[in-house]
């Protein structure tokens, strides 16, 4: 994978407001998509994940929306919680029977109460 | 209670090595997933496997080894040819590709 140093991506928000995580993903024949949470030394926690034959997932205060034109992934997260801060990655899945999942490089999520 | 269970959670290791970090499901999952993490980082696969008795290269797996004889478990080998092996490693599951379930990390660290 590349390197990019220890400067993740960051956004920072104040609790209440919402919160708009992009991602752009590398594969036009990627057919899968998952929003992951991982907070300081635990493993990735499942949010959300979309096919590609939709354009938008809602959840439990989050959505995703698939953007194949431009390859772009976002999670939008209603009403942000300190308890929401964390890094956020998204993963694709490239079409057909392949297992591999692909993760992009994270965001730094931080809310301020 | 169903879920991943990676042991140790820290080990440490000398230079010259080759350590083995577990990696337990009791999901009932086909596909199991090796990840290395490194501070400020994103995932990147190891190795993974798709069903038993057969795995397949990730992206970085000079220096790793992986085996699969149990639907259940998926060992990794951290071996003395991995030059920089100190990292957070994570294991992961999922039914057929889809929604990959996670353990809790082994943080591995060479002294």
């Known amino acids: 994978g590349e390197n990019v140093g220890l400067h993740l991506p960051t956004l920072s928000v104040q609790e209440g407001d919402n919160s708009i995580i992009n991602c752009a993903y590398s594969n036009s024949a990627s057919d899968y998509f998952i929003w992951y949470k991982q907070e300081s030394g635990k493993g990735p926690q499942f949010i959300i994940d979309i096919r590609s034959n939709m354009d938008k997932r809602q959840g439990q205060r989050v959505t995703v929306l698939l953007n194949k034109t431009v390859k772009h992934l976002s999670l939008q997260i209603a009403a942000t919680q300190p308890g929401d801060s964390a890094v956020y990655f998204c993963a694709e899945r490239l079409g057909g029977s392949n297992y591999k999942l692909t993760f992009g490089k994270g965001t730094l999520l931080t809310v301020n109460p | 209670d169903g879920g991943i269970t990676q042991s140790p959670k820290y080990l440490f290791r000398k230079e010259g090595q080759n350590v083995t970090l577990s990696c337990e499901q009791n999901?009932?999952?086909?596909?199991m997933y090796w990840y290395r993490q490194d501070p400020g980082q994103g995932l990147r696969l190891i190795y993974y496997s798709q069903i038993v008795n057969d795995f397949q290269k990730g992206d970085i797996a000079e220096g790793y080894s992986v085996s699969r004889e149990k639907k259940e478990s998926f060992p990794l080998t951290v071996t003395s040819a991995q030059k920089n092996p100190t990292a957070f490693y994570l294991c992961a599951s999922s039914r057929t590709g889809v929604m990959a379930f996670f353990g809790q990390g082994t943080r591995l660290t060479v002294v």
């Open positions: 999901l009932n999952h086909d596909a």
